[in-house]
C-alpha cells in the first residue's frame, strides 16, 4: 500500500532563514505527490505538485519542493520564511489501487511549521 | 471564481442521532472527496464521488455515507452518531483529468455531545 510520512510534527525557524519540511513516500510506480497548507479553522490550500519532469516543482508564496526519486523524498522548502507562513502543513501522495483503477490521496500526519519573529 | 463551500459550519448533535453535512465543488468539477480531520490524527478519507457515482471509500463504518446530486454538489451523512465522530469534516473537489490537486472548503465542525 501507498505511504506518505512527515517525520516532525513540528519544525520551528527563525524569519528571514531557509525552511524545509521533510516528507518522505512509498508507491507502487510513479508518484503524484502534493504539498498542502492549512491555517487555522481554515480547510487546506494546494501550494505545487509534483507529476513528471523537473525534480525542483515551485510552487505558491514562494514555496519549492524537490523530488528525489532515490531517497524517496518530497521536501517542502523556502529560502526565506516569514512570520506569515506559520501554519499545518500536509503532504500528499495519490494512490492507485485495484483493477478498476480507482485511487485516492493519502495525507501524511502534517507538520506545523512555526517562524519565530 | 468561488471556491468550494460548506455547510453548516458549526453542527452539535448527540450520540445516536444523524447528521447531514453539504458541500458545493467549485464550478466545472466533477469529483467530490470527503475527509475526516479528528485532533491529532491528520486527514482519514471517507468517500469520493465522481459523476454522481462514489469510485472509493476509505476505512469507515457503513454509517458513513453520502451521494452526489447531478449538478455535482454532494452531501454526507453520519447515522448513528458516537463521540469520536467529532471532528472537522473536510470536502474538496477536482477537475476532470489531468487536473489532480484539490481544492478545499472550509470544513464542517461536527460535535457530538
Same mark, same amino acid.
Request: proline letters at 5%; aromatic letters at 14%; one cysteine or more.
Given at each position: 500500500?501507498? +505511504? ?36 487555522? !479553522? ?9 507529476? #513528471?519532469g523537473d525534480n525542483l516543482v515551485k510552487g505558491s508564496y514562494g514555496f519549492e519542493a524537490e523530488f528525489n526519486k532515490s531517497q524517496t523524498s518530497f521536501h517542502l522548502k523556502k529560502p526565506s520564511a516569514l512570520v506569515s507562513d506559520s501554519a499545518l502543513?500536509? %503532504?500528499?501522495?495519490?494512490?492507485? +489501487? ?20 | ?21 453539504? %458541500? +458545493?465543488?467549485?464550478?466545472?468539477? #466533477? ?39 447531478? !449538478?455535482?454538489? +454532494?452531501?454526507? !451523512? ?12 473536510? %470536502? ?22
Amino acid at each position: 500500500a501507498q +505511504s506518505v510520512a512527515q517525520p516532525e510534527d513540528q519544525v520551528n525557524v527563525a524569519e528571514g532563514n531557509p525552511l524545509t519540511v521533510k516528507c518522505t513516500y512509498s508507491v507502487s510506480g510513479n508518484p503524484y505527490l502534493f504539498w498542502y497548507v492549512q491555517y487555522p !479553522n481554515r480547510g487546506l490550500q494546494f501550494l505545487l505538485k509534483y507529476i #513528471t519532469g523537473d525534480n525542483l516543482v515551485k510552487g505558491s508564496y514562494g514555496f519549492e519542493a524537490e523530488f528525489n526519486k532515490s531517497q524517496t523524498s518530497f521536501h517542502l522548502k523556502k529560502p526565506s520564511a516569514l512570520v506569515s507562513d506559520s501554519a499545518l502543513y500536509f %503532504c500528499a501522495v495519490r494512490d492507485i +489501487s485495484g483493477a478498476s483503477g480507482t485511487y485516492k490521496y493519502i495525507f501524511g500526519t502534517g507538520t506545523r511549521l512555526k517562524v519565530l519573529a | 471564481e468561488a471556491g468550494v463551500t460548506q455547510s453548516p459550519t458549526h453542527l452539535i448533535k448527540t450520540r445516536g442521532q444523524q447528521a447531514t453535512l453539504r %458541500c +458545493s465543488p467549485i464550478s466545472g468539477h #466533477t469529483s467530490v472527496y470527503w475527509y475526516q480531520q479528528a485532533l491529532g490524527l491528520g486527514l482519514q478519507f471517507l468517500l469520493w464521488y465522481d459523476e454522481g457515482e462514489e469510485r472509493n471509500r476509505g476505512n469507515f463504518p457503513p454509517r458513513f455515507s453520502g451521494r452526489q446530486f447531478p !449538478n455535482y454538489s +454532494s452531501e454526507l !451523512n453520519v447515522n448513528a452518531l458516537e463521540l469520536e465522530d467529532s471532528a472537522l469534516y473536510l %470536502c474538496a473537489s477536482r477537475a476532470r483529468a489531468p487536473y489532480n490537486e484539490q481544492f478545499f472548503g472550509p470544513g464542517t465542525r461536527l460535535t457530538v455531545l
